[in-house]
């Protein structure tokens, strides 16, 4: 499948600063990046995609930027809060795959108030 | 609340037994996609179904098998379970080719 590569594994940022995560991809064709929020006991939940034809997506204080190029796209979290702690996946689809997805290994984000 | 649907939240058994998990997807979704979260291994893509027949496979082991049924739900059976099968199983759904997908909360299957 895509190797995915998502850094920092940690991340403890103060209440009202920018976190920002990074992923790289293997696959010059991956043409779908989401990123995807998990709180303790639940699963994945969908926060902002992007998709290959445009650069940067925003969603109130979250956006995306992708750099086809050089094969990275990263989550800009603006003005965080505590209830943005949990631990954040990035993800892209395998090679000539129907959106079955390869993930990240994760970051934990702590928001200290 | 996603709207996927997983059923057990937790499952607890022993080596060398047989388990279903069941999943129904968002009202209209036709594809389902079933995922393994381990510590060790991170999320991992197992198996997707397309309108009950399978679309692809991932790092799933042959002693796993699943099924999408004519009502759109789908079971993964996991056979002479192993200690190292103990993870969360999560189902996603999603519309179709292209769409993004949505996960449910999982079931959290614990191997004694």
């Known amino acids: 499948g895509e190797n995915v590569e998502q850094h920092p594994s940690t991340l403890s940022v103060q209440e009202g600063d920018s976190a920002v995560i990074k992923c790289t991809y293997s696959?010059?064709?991956?043409?779908?990046f989401p990123w995807y929020k998990q709180e303790l006991g639940k699963g994945p939940q969908l926060i902002i995609d992007?998709?290959?034809?445009?650069g940067e997506k925003k969603d109130q204080r979250i956006a995306v930027t992708l750099n086809k190029t050089a094969k990275h796209f990263s989550l800009h979290i603006t003005e965080t809060q505590p209830e943005d702690s949990a631990v954040y996946f990035c993800?892209?689809?395998?090679?000539?795959?129907?959106?079955?997805?390869?993930f990240g290994a994760g970051t934990t984000v702590t928001v200290r108030a | 609340d996603s709207g996927v649907t997983q059923t057990p939240k937790h499952l607890i058994t022993a080596t060398g037994q047989r388990v279903t998990l069941r999943c129904s997807p968002r009202s209209g979704d036709l594809s389902v996609y079933w995922y393994q979260q381990s510590l060790d291994q991170g999320l991992q893509f197992l198996i997707q179904?397309?309108?009950?027949?399978?679309?692809a496979k991932g790092n799933i082991l042959e002693r796993f098998s699943a099924q999408q049924f004519p009502d759109l739900h789908s079971e993964l059976n996991l056979s002479s379970l192993e200690l190292g099968d103990s993870a969360l199983y999560f189902c996603?759904?999603?519309?179709?080719?292209?769409?993004?997908?949505?996960f449910g909360d999982g079931t959290r299957l614990s191997i004694l």
């Open positions: 996603a759904s999603s519309g179709g080719q292209n769409q993004p997908q949505h």
């Open positions: 993800a892209a689809p395998w090679p000539g795959s129907d959106y079955k997805l390869s």
């Open positions: 179904y397309y309108n009950g027949e399978e679309r």
């Open positions: 696959d010059s064709a991956s043409n779908y």
């Open positions: 992007i998709r290959s034809n445009v």
